[in-house]
Structure formats: C-alpha cells, structure tokens
C-alpha cells in the first residue's frame, strides 16, 4: 500500500490548509490518521478516524482546530487545519492501520503499518 499526502504549503497564522491522503488500493476497510514532526521534534500524534468514518480522535493541542474526514468513494482521508499557529510547522504524514474493520480511531503510532512521504505545512507568524 502507497499513501500519498498532498497539499501542504505556507500560510500566515490564522489561515486555513487541507491536506489530503490518497492511496493506490482502497483504504475504506481501515483506519487512518495523520501524524506530525515539527523541527527538532519528535512525531506526534494529530487526529485519526476509524474505517467508517463514524469515529474520531483529536489531539487536545488541535482539538477544535483541525477536522479530520475520509470520502469512501474519492478514496481518500484528510485533515482541514483552521486558526493555523507557528507552532502547526511540522511535516504532515497519513498512515493507514493494516487490519482491516477494527473498531475505533487509532492514536498510537506503532499501530501504523503504511506511511506516506509526508507533506510540509509552514505557518508563519
């Protein structure tokens, strides 16, 4: 499975970005989620929806922010980031689970088993 992310790029603070994941296979039987690695960081979770896409998990640095969503039938999971900080500056990468149907959104990381290259989103003050 090869994810792709796409549409990053460079905002002032304040703005909103879309960035979106889509796949070479169907990704409607399992969980995604995106992750970040900002300068000198270590990755960190950002938000994750189940495989229907009834479920999700936000983390609470972005909580209220940034929406998670996945279009079944476009094949793709993406993430709309609005009120955008400095602090948002990170590579943004899309991963897939590789059960398919597990119940609820996934934050751990090493639950992961498919990663895209990542999309770099700069947020300039």
């Known amino acids: 499975v090869q994810l792709q992310a796409s549409g990053g790029g460079l905002v002032q603070a304040g703005g909103s970005l879309r960035v979106s994941c889509t796949t070479n296979?169907?990704?409607?039987?399992?969980?995604a989620g995106w992750f970040r690695q900002g300068p000198g960081k270590e990755r960190e979770f950002v938000a994750a929806?189940?495989?229907?896409?009834?479920?999700?998990d936000t983390a609470d640095s972005v909580k209220g922010r940034f929406t998670i969503s996945r279009d079944h039938a476009k094949n793709t999971v993406s993430l709309q980031m609005n009120s955008l900080r400095p602090e948002d500056t990170a590579v943004y990468y899309c991963?897939?689970?590789?059960?398919?149907?597990?119940?609820?959104?996934?934050?751990?990381?090493?639950?992961?088993?498919?990663w895209g290259r990542g999309t770099q989103v700069t947020v300039s003050s």
């Open positions: 991963a897939a689970v590789g059960r398919p149907y597990i119940i609820g959104p996934v934050r751990q990381s090493n639950a992961y088993d498919y």
């Open positions: 929806i189940d495989w229907s896409g009834g479920s999700t």
């Open positions: 296979r169907s990704l409607g039987a399992y969980a």
